[in-house]
Protein backbone atom coordinates (compact mmCIF):
# COMPACT_ATOMS: atom_id res chain seq x y z
CA UNK A 1 0.00 0.00 0.00
CA UNK A 2 1.16 3.57 -0.63
CA UNK A 3 1.76 6.18 1.61
CA UNK A 4 3.48 7.18 4.78
CA UNK A 5 4.71 5.01 8.05
CA UNK A 6 2.52 5.22 10.68
CA UNK A 7 1.84 3.48 14.13
CA UNK A 8 -1.44 1.89 14.67
CA UNK A 9 -2.63 2.43 18.72
CA UNK A 10 -5.36 0.07 19.98
CA UNK A 11 -7.56 2.34 20.77
CA UNK A 12 -8.20 5.61 22.35
CA UNK A 13 -9.70 3.33 25.24
CA UNK A 14 -7.54 4.48 27.97
CA UNK A 15 -6.55 1.66 30.91
CA UNK A 16 -3.64 -1.39 30.99
CA UNK A 17 -2.98 -3.11 27.47
CA UNK A 18 -3.25 -7.11 28.10
CA UNK A 19 -1.24 -9.32 26.16
CA UNK A 20 -3.12 -11.79 23.96
CA UNK A 21 -4.32 -15.04 26.04
CA UNK A 22 -3.49 -18.54 24.87
CA UNK A 23 -2.26 -17.74 21.25
CA UNK A 24 -5.16 -15.64 20.40
CA UNK A 25 -5.41 -13.17 17.62
CA UNK A 26 -5.58 -9.95 19.19
CA UNK A 27 -9.23 -8.11 18.43
CA UNK A 28 -8.19 -3.53 18.93
CA UNK A 29 -9.94 -0.70 19.63
CA UNK A 30 -8.26 2.00 17.22
CA UNK A 31 -8.50 5.41 16.07
CA UNK A 32 -6.56 7.85 14.43
CA UNK A 33 -4.37 7.98 10.46
CA UNK A 34 -2.28 5.97 8.01
CA UNK A 35 1.06 5.04 6.68
CA UNK A 36 2.95 2.22 5.01
CA UNK A 37 5.32 1.04 8.12
CA UNK A 38 3.37 0.63 11.51
CA UNK A 39 4.18 -0.12 15.33
CA UNK A 40 1.30 -2.22 16.52
CA UNK A 41 -0.16 -1.49 20.12
CA UNK A 42 -2.85 -4.34 20.80
CA UNK A 43 -5.48 -5.26 23.45
CA UNK A 44 -6.40 -9.00 24.61
CA UNK A 45 -9.36 -10.06 26.06
CA UNK A 46 -10.25 -6.65 27.69
CA UNK A 47 -11.19 -4.61 24.25
CA UNK A 48 -14.67 -3.98 24.91
CA UNK A 49 -15.00 -4.38 28.40
CA UNK A 50 -15.79 -0.93 30.58
CA UNK A 51 -13.09 -2.05 32.51
CA UNK A 52 -10.97 0.30 30.05
CA UNK A 53 -12.22 3.62 31.18
CA UNK A 54 -13.75 6.34 28.84
CA UNK A 55 -14.62 5.92 25.19
CA UNK A 56 -14.68 8.40 22.93
CA UNK A 57 -16.57 9.20 19.14
CA UNK A 58 -13.63 9.41 17.94
CA UNK A 59 -12.84 6.13 19.04
CA UNK A 60 -13.15 3.37 16.48
CA UNK A 61 -15.11 -0.08 17.08
CA UNK A 62 -13.04 -3.06 17.65
CA UNK A 63 -11.98 -5.26 14.58
CA UNK A 64 -13.89 -8.61 14.19
CA UNK A 65 -12.22 -12.02 14.98
CA UNK A 66 -10.42 -13.68 12.28
CA UNK A 67 -10.14 -17.64 12.11
CA UNK A 68 -7.00 -17.62 14.65
CA UNK A 69 -9.47 -16.98 16.94
CA UNK A 70 -9.28 -12.93 17.25
CA UNK A 71 -12.03 -11.78 19.78
CA UNK A 72 -12.04 -10.26 23.16
CA UNK A 73 -13.96 -12.74 24.87
CA UNK A 74 -16.36 -10.44 25.78
CA UNK A 75 -20.18 -10.85 23.98
CA UNK A 76 -20.75 -7.15 22.57
CA UNK A 77 -20.78 -6.84 18.65
CA UNK A 78 -17.95 -6.93 16.11
CA UNK A 79 -17.19 -4.27 14.16
CA UNK A 80 -19.80 -2.30 12.49
CA UNK A 81 -20.09 -3.85 9.19
CA UNK A 82 -18.52 -6.75 10.03
CA UNK A 83 -21.06 -9.02 10.80
CA UNK A 84 -22.69 -8.85 7.28
CA UNK A 85 -19.87 -9.74 5.10
CA UNK A 86 -20.31 -10.77 1.20
CA UNK A 87 -17.50 -10.52 -1.54
CA UNK A 88 -15.54 -7.27 -2.22
CA UNK A 89 -14.70 -4.35 -0.11
CA UNK A 90 -15.69 -6.32 2.98
CA UNK A 91 -14.09 -9.79 2.16
CA UNK A 92 -11.10 -10.09 4.57
CA UNK A 93 -10.05 -14.29 3.49
CA UNK A 94 -6.98 -13.12 2.16
CA UNK A 95 -5.78 -11.48 4.70
CA UNK A 96 -6.56 -14.22 7.13
CA UNK A 97 -5.05 -16.82 5.50
CA UNK A 98 -1.59 -14.82 5.44
CA UNK A 99 -1.87 -13.76 8.84
CA UNK A 100 -2.78 -17.68 9.80
CA UNK A 101 -0.18 -18.90 7.91
CA UNK A 102 2.77 -16.27 9.03
CA UNK A 103 2.90 -17.61 13.20
CA UNK A 104 3.45 -13.90 13.81
CA UNK A 105 1.97 -13.26 17.12
CA UNK A 106 1.23 -9.39 16.20
CA UNK A 107 -0.04 -10.00 12.77
CA UNK A 108 -3.84 -8.47 12.20
CA UNK A 109 -6.41 -8.48 9.54
CA UNK A 110 -8.69 -6.12 8.34
CA UNK A 111 -11.43 -5.98 5.67
CA UNK A 112 -10.84 -2.83 3.59
CA UNK A 113 -13.83 -0.96 5.17
CA UNK A 114 -11.94 -2.03 8.71
CA UNK A 115 -8.61 -0.29 7.05
CA UNK A 116 -10.35 2.73 5.42
CA UNK A 117 -12.04 3.32 8.96
CA UNK A 118 -8.32 2.78 11.07
CA UNK A 119 -6.68 4.60 8.61
CA UNK A 120 -9.46 7.86 8.90
CA UNK A 121 -9.43 7.22 12.67
CA UNK A 122 -5.15 8.36 12.70
CA UNK A 123 -5.91 11.78 10.71
CA UNK A 124 -7.12 12.35 14.58
CA UNK A 125 -10.27 13.48 13.40
CA UNK A 126 -13.78 12.21 13.41
CA UNK A 127 -17.81 13.38 12.92
CA UNK A 128 -19.38 13.41 16.07
CA UNK A 129 -21.08 15.57 18.95
CA UNK A 130 -18.26 15.84 21.42
CA UNK A 131 -18.52 13.57 23.83
CA UNK A 132 -16.81 10.63 26.08
CA UNK A 133 -18.55 7.90 27.54
CA UNK A 134 -18.21 5.54 30.13
CA UNK A 135 -20.18 3.07 32.26
CA UNK A 136 -20.47 3.78 35.79
CA UNK A 137 -22.67 0.71 37.02
CA UNK A 138 -24.24 -2.50 36.03
CA UNK A 139 -25.96 -0.47 33.61
CA UNK A 140 -25.48 3.24 33.88
CA UNK A 141 -24.10 5.25 31.22
CA UNK A 142 -22.72 8.41 31.42
CA UNK A 143 -20.79 11.31 30.00
CA UNK A 144 -17.50 11.36 30.97
CA UNK A 145 -15.90 14.16 28.96
CA UNK A 146 -17.38 16.43 26.89
CA UNK A 147 -14.89 18.18 23.66
CA UNK A 148 -14.63 22.34 24.11
CA UNK A 149 -16.25 23.93 21.18
CA UNK A 150 -18.74 20.91 19.95
CA UNK A 151 -21.99 20.48 19.47
CA UNK A 152 -22.65 19.23 22.55
CA UNK A 153 -20.76 21.60 24.63
CA UNK A 154 -22.81 24.79 23.19
CA UNK A 155 -26.03 22.75 24.24
CA UNK A 156 -24.69 22.87 27.41
CA UNK A 157 -24.38 18.94 28.03
CA UNK A 158 -21.81 18.36 30.94
CA UNK A 159 -19.44 15.64 32.30
CA UNK A 160 -21.29 13.60 34.20
CA UNK A 161 -24.70 13.95 32.75
CA UNK A 162 -26.32 10.28 32.09
CA UNK A 163 -27.02 9.06 28.62
CA UNK A 164 -30.45 7.41 28.89
CA UNK A 165 -30.97 7.23 24.95
CA UNK A 166 -29.53 7.64 21.18
CA UNK A 167 -32.10 8.55 18.55
CA UNK A 168 -34.78 6.38 21.17
CA UNK A 169 -32.49 3.45 21.63
CA UNK A 170 -31.92 2.89 25.07
CA UNK A 171 -28.33 2.27 25.98
CA UNK A 172 -28.60 1.43 29.39
CA UNK A 173 -26.45 -2.13 29.52
CA UNK A 174 -24.85 -2.08 26.48
CA UNK A 175 -21.35 -1.93 25.87
CA UNK A 176 -19.48 1.21 25.86
CA UNK A 177 -18.44 0.49 22.30
CA UNK A 178 -22.13 0.05 20.70
CA UNK A 179 -23.13 3.44 22.36
CA UNK A 180 -20.57 5.08 20.38
CA UNK A 181 -21.64 3.19 17.40
CA UNK A 182 -25.24 5.02 18.24
CA UNK A 183 -23.40 8.54 18.37
CA UNK A 184 -21.26 8.20 15.05
CA UNK A 185 -24.90 6.81 13.38
CA UNK A 186 -24.71 6.43 9.86
CA UNK A 187 -24.07 2.95 7.85
CA UNK A 188 -22.45 -0.60 9.43
CA UNK A 189 -18.90 0.43 8.87
CA UNK A 190 -19.36 3.97 8.88
CA UNK A 191 -20.21 7.26 10.29
CA UNK A 192 -23.39 10.01 9.76
CA UNK A 193 -22.29 12.84 7.66
CA UNK A 194 -21.36 16.33 8.79
CA UNK A 195 -24.55 17.94 9.83
CA UNK A 196 -26.70 14.77 10.11
CA UNK A 197 -28.87 15.13 13.63
CA UNK A 198 -28.71 13.13 16.50
CA UNK A 199 -31.14 12.83 19.54
CA UNK A 200 -29.73 12.54 22.90
CA UNK A 201 -31.27 11.42 25.69
CA UNK A 202 -30.10 12.62 29.08
CA UNK A 203 -30.96 13.44 33.06
CA UNK A 204 -29.03 15.25 35.50
CA UNK A 205 -30.17 14.72 39.02
CA UNK A 206 -34.16 14.83 38.48
CA UNK A 207 -33.97 16.84 35.44
CA UNK A 208 -34.88 14.39 32.32
CA UNK A 209 -34.81 16.03 28.93
CA UNK A 210 -33.94 15.23 25.39
CA UNK A 211 -30.71 17.33 23.57
CA UNK A 212 -31.21 17.23 19.34
CA UNK A 213 -27.60 18.11 18.56
CA UNK A 214 -25.72 18.41 15.10
CA UNK A 215 -22.66 16.04 14.18
CA UNK A 216 -19.58 18.29 13.26
CA UNK A 217 -16.30 17.03 11.42
CA UNK A 218 -13.86 17.74 14.90
CA UNK A 219 -10.61 17.22 16.01
CA UNK A 220 -9.04 14.26 18.70
CA UNK A 221 -7.89 16.34 21.44
CA UNK A 222 -4.80 13.95 22.52
CA UNK A 223 -2.86 16.12 24.89
CA UNK A 224 -4.25 17.80 27.78
CA UNK A 225 -2.02 19.93 30.64
CA UNK A 226 -3.67 19.82 34.63
CA UNK A 227 -1.63 22.24 36.77
CA UNK A 228 0.08 20.65 39.43
CA UNK A 229 -0.83 21.91 43.03
CA UNK A 230 1.55 24.31 44.70
CA UNK A 231 1.33 26.62 48.23
CA UNK A 232 -0.87 29.22 48.32
CA UNK A 233 0.16 32.85 47.96
CA UNK A 234 1.65 33.47 51.37
CA UNK A 235 2.17 30.29 52.59
CA UNK A 236 4.89 28.45 53.62
CA UNK A 237 6.91 26.48 50.28
CA UNK A 238 6.64 22.74 50.52
CA UNK A 239 10.11 21.27 49.68
CA UNK A 240 8.24 18.12 48.31
CA UNK A 241 6.17 20.41 46.20
CA UNK A 242 6.75 21.16 42.75
CA UNK A 243 7.58 24.55 42.06
CA UNK A 244 4.93 27.00 40.96
CA UNK A 245 3.88 26.59 37.31
CA UNK A 246 4.38 22.60 37.11
CA UNK A 247 2.07 20.48 35.21
CA UNK A 248 0.76 17.52 34.33
CA UNK A 249 0.59 16.99 30.60
CA UNK A 250 -0.89 13.96 29.41
CA UNK A 251 -0.91 12.34 25.74
CA UNK A 252 -3.82 9.78 25.94
CA UNK A 253 -2.36 8.69 22.06
CA UNK A 254 0.16 9.83 19.15
CA UNK A 255 -2.87 10.70 16.40
CA UNK A 256 -2.31 13.39 13.55
CA UNK A 257 -1.34 16.93 15.23
CA UNK A 258 -0.70 15.18 18.95
CA UNK A 259 3.21 16.64 18.46
CA UNK A 260 1.93 19.83 17.49
CA UNK A 261 -0.77 19.93 20.40
CA UNK A 262 1.69 19.04 22.58
CA UNK A 263 4.51 21.63 21.70
CA UNK A 264 1.37 24.32 22.46
CA UNK A 265 0.34 22.89 25.52
CA UNK A 266 4.04 22.92 26.79
CA UNK A 267 4.88 26.72 24.98
CA UNK A 268 1.77 27.62 27.03
CA UNK A 269 2.93 26.65 30.66
CA UNK A 270 4.39 29.49 32.85
CA UNK A 271 7.63 29.65 32.63
CA UNK A 272 10.26 28.11 35.67
CA UNK A 273 8.06 25.33 36.44
CA UNK A 274 8.69 21.33 36.06
CA UNK A 275 6.86 19.12 33.67
CA UNK A 276 5.15 15.44 34.36
CA UNK A 277 4.63 13.88 31.16
CA UNK A 278 1.99 11.07 31.70
CA UNK A 279 2.03 8.27 29.28
CA UNK A 280 0.43 5.82 31.63
CA UNK A 281 -2.31 3.81 29.35
CA UNK A 282 -0.71 5.72 25.97
CA UNK A 283 -0.98 2.52 23.53
CA UNK A 284 0.84 4.23 20.76
CA UNK A 285 0.13 6.17 17.45
CA UNK A 286 1.72 7.25 14.59
CA UNK A 287 5.54 7.25 14.86
CA UNK A 288 5.91 10.55 12.95
CA UNK A 289 3.96 12.02 16.03
CA UNK A 290 6.46 10.22 18.70
CA UNK A 291 9.41 11.97 16.81
CA UNK A 292 7.74 15.26 16.58
CA UNK A 293 6.95 14.58 20.42
CA UNK A 294 10.44 13.64 21.53
CA UNK A 295 11.39 17.19 19.14
CA UNK A 296 9.63 19.16 21.99
CA UNK A 297 12.03 18.18 24.81
CA UNK A 298 15.21 17.67 22.94
CA UNK A 299 17.51 19.96 20.64
CA UNK A 300 17.98 17.50 17.88
CA UNK A 301 19.70 14.14 18.10
CA UNK A 302 18.60 10.64 17.49
CA UNK A 303 15.11 9.66 18.80
CA UNK A 304 14.86 5.56 17.59
CA UNK A 305 15.92 3.37 15.03
CA UNK A 306 13.69 1.03 13.18
CA UNK A 307 13.77 -2.06 10.85
CA UNK A 308 12.22 -1.35 7.73
CA UNK A 309 12.10 -5.14 5.87
CA UNK A 310 16.00 -4.89 4.68
CA UNK A 311 16.82 -1.58 5.51
CA UNK A 312 17.66 0.27 8.87
CA UNK A 313 15.79 3.39 9.09
CA UNK A 314 16.38 6.51 11.66
CA UNK A 315 14.15 9.27 13.19
CA UNK A 316 15.80 12.33 14.92
CA UNK A 317 13.92 14.86 16.64
CA UNK A 318 14.38 18.59 15.68
CA UNK A 319 16.67 20.60 16.80
CA UNK A 320 15.21 23.35 18.95
CA UNK A 321 13.27 21.85 21.90
CA UNK A 322 12.80 22.87 25.42
CA UNK A 323 15.78 21.10 27.34
CA UNK A 324 15.66 23.44 30.46
CA UNK A 325 12.33 22.57 32.62
CA UNK A 326 13.08 19.92 34.54
CA UNK A 327 11.23 16.71 32.90
CA UNK A 328 9.71 13.98 34.94
CA UNK A 329 7.95 11.09 32.66
CA UNK A 330 5.46 8.49 34.10
CA UNK A 331 4.50 5.02 32.91
CA UNK A 332 3.10 2.08 33.29
CA UNK A 333 1.91 -1.76 32.04
CA UNK A 334 -0.47 0.33 29.22
CA UNK A 335 2.59 2.47 28.16
CA UNK A 336 2.77 0.76 24.42
CA UNK A 337 4.80 1.11 21.45
CA UNK A 338 5.32 4.54 20.34
CA UNK A 339 4.97 5.77 23.81
CA UNK A 340 7.81 3.21 24.88
CA UNK A 341 9.71 4.85 22.19
CA UNK A 342 8.82 8.36 23.53
CA UNK A 343 10.29 7.60 27.26
CA UNK A 344 13.06 5.50 26.13
CA UNK A 345 14.54 8.11 23.73
CA UNK A 346 14.20 10.87 26.80
CA UNK A 347 15.63 8.35 29.10
CA UNK A 348 18.65 7.40 27.08
CA UNK A 349 19.16 10.97 26.16
CA UNK A 350 19.48 11.57 29.99
CA UNK A 351 16.58 14.32 29.63
CA UNK A 352 13.89 13.14 31.69
CA UNK A 353 13.52 10.65 35.10
CA UNK A 354 11.12 7.82 34.55
CA UNK A 355 8.94 6.69 36.89
CA UNK A 356 6.32 3.83 37.68
CA UNK A 357 6.01 0.71 36.46
CA UNK A 358 7.43 -1.58 33.62
CA UNK A 359 5.99 -0.87 30.30
CA UNK A 360 3.89 -3.06 27.86
CA UNK A 361 6.39 -4.45 25.72
CA UNK A 362 5.71 -3.74 22.21
CA UNK A 363 8.61 -2.70 20.39
CA UNK A 364 8.15 -4.63 16.70
CA UNK A 365 7.27 -3.35 13.53
CA UNK A 366 4.37 -4.21 11.23
CA UNK A 367 4.41 -3.52 7.60
CA UNK A 368 0.51 -3.46 5.66
CA UNK A 369 0.14 -5.23 2.60
CA UNK A 370 -3.23 -5.00 0.63
CA UNK A 371 -4.20 -8.45 -0.63
CA UNK A 372 -5.97 -9.06 -4.08
CA UNK A 373 -9.43 -9.19 -2.51
CA UNK A 374 -8.69 -5.80 -1.17
CA UNK A 375 -8.00 -7.04 2.61
CA UNK A 376 -5.01 -5.93 4.62
CA UNK A 377 -2.96 -7.96 6.54
CA UNK A 378 -0.25 -6.67 9.01
CA UNK A 379 3.09 -8.65 9.35
CA UNK A 380 6.18 -7.78 11.78
CA UNK A 381 9.22 -6.75 9.54
CA UNK A 382 11.29 -5.54 12.42
CA UNK A 383 11.92 -3.94 15.69
CA UNK A 384 12.89 -0.56 16.75
CA UNK A 385 15.51 0.50 19.19
CA UNK A 386 16.44 3.45 21.75
CA UNK A 387 19.31 5.39 21.11
CA UNK A 388 20.92 3.44 23.49
CA UNK A 389 20.48 0.35 21.78
CA UNK A 390 17.56 -0.71 23.89
CA UNK A 391 14.83 -2.85 21.83
CA UNK A 392 11.71 -3.26 24.38
CA UNK A 393 9.71 -6.35 22.84
CA UNK A 394 8.89 -8.27 25.44
CA UNK A 395 10.73 -7.20 28.53
CA UNK A 396 9.25 -3.26 28.36
CA UNK A 397 10.97 -0.20 29.33
CA UNK A 398 12.41 -0.48 32.72
CA UNK A 399 12.09 3.36 34.85
CA UNK A 400 14.43 4.94 36.67
CA UNK A 401 12.23 4.69 39.88
CA UNK A 402 10.03 1.93 39.88
CA UNK A 403 6.80 2.84 41.69
CA UNK A 404 5.81 -0.34 44.18
CA UNK A 405 2.21 -1.65 44.88
CA UNK A 406 0.53 0.25 47.02
CA UNK A 407 2.46 3.52 45.96
CA UNK A 408 0.62 6.77 44.61
CA UNK A 409 2.81 7.02 40.85
CA UNK A 410 1.88 10.79 40.63
CA UNK A 411 2.48 11.30 44.18
CA UNK A 412 5.95 9.37 44.04
CA UNK A 413 6.52 11.40 40.27
CA UNK A 414 6.05 14.93 41.81
CA UNK A 415 8.56 14.57 44.29
CA UNK A 416 11.08 13.71 42.03
CA UNK A 417 10.10 16.20 39.83
CA UNK A 418 10.48 18.60 43.11
CA UNK A 419 13.52 17.70 43.37
CA UNK A 420 14.97 17.97 40.12
CA UNK A 421 13.45 21.63 40.40
CA UNK A 422 15.46 22.46 43.11
CA UNK A 423 18.66 21.19 41.77
CA UNK A 424 18.08 23.20 38.03
Same mark, same amino acid.
Given at each position: MSGTSKFVPHGFVRG???APEGGRRPRRILRGA? %?? %????AVLGTGAVTESWGDVAEGDAAPVSPGPAGAGSGEGGPPYEGAAHEDAGHDAVHDAEELVSRSGDRWAAAYTAREYAGLRQSLDGRYVGVGVSVRRTGADRIEIA????GSPAAKAGVRAGDRLVT? /??TGVEGRPVTDVVALLRGGAPGEGAPPGSRVALGLSRGSLRWEEGL !??????? !?????????AASPGAPEDPDEPAAGAARVRIDSFTRGTGEQLRRAVEDLPPG???LLDLRGNSGGLVAEAAEAASVFLDGGLVATYGDGDTERALYAEPGGDTASPLVVLVDGGTMSAAEL %???? %?? /?????VVVGTRTFGKGSVQEPREQPDGSVAELTVGHYTTPGGRTFEEGGLLPDLEVLPGQDAQEEARTVLSGLATRS
Open positions: AARG %LT %LVFVRVQPV /DG !ERARLSV !ETVTAIPLGGGI %LAGA %LQ /DRGRA
